[in-house]
């Protein structure tokens, strides 16, 4: 027995994953894949990230997505205000929707 519990003379790989010794089988091709090419949307993002000032915004844009929004800071009072304006809303087009049936 070793230090780390192991019988002397065993491997470090468990049995199931070791490697097999034949050569695979696989073409070149799969065994050694070309690089992916560059396609036109990663030349153009390309482009722009090496623009001056390009860093800068991507760091401002992901703050100003990652910021508390107003209906997850005051959810009650956006459902409220939502409905209120929905109602507004509603009332105005039936009130056109009248107007002009009125004028058949």
Not at 45 to 57: C, D
Request: glycine share 6%; aromatic share 8%; charged share 20%.
């Amino acid at each position: 027995m070793t230090r780390n519990g192991r019988p002397a003379g065993a491997t470090e790989e468990p049995v199931g994953l070791r490697t097999p010794r034949a050569p695979s089988t696989l073409p070149e091709w799969m065994l050694n894949p070309p690089p992916p090419r560059r396609t036109v949307g990663v030349r153009i993002g390309q482009a722009v990230r090496a623009l001056p000032g390009a860093e800068r915004l991507r760091r401002r844009w992901h703050r100003w997505q990652l910021r508390e929004r107003l209906y997850q800071r005051y959810p009650n009072a956006v459902k409220i205000l939502a409905m209120v304006i929905s109602w507004f809303v509603i009332m105005i087009l039936v009130s056109i929707a009248y107007a002009l049936y009125a004028q058949v």
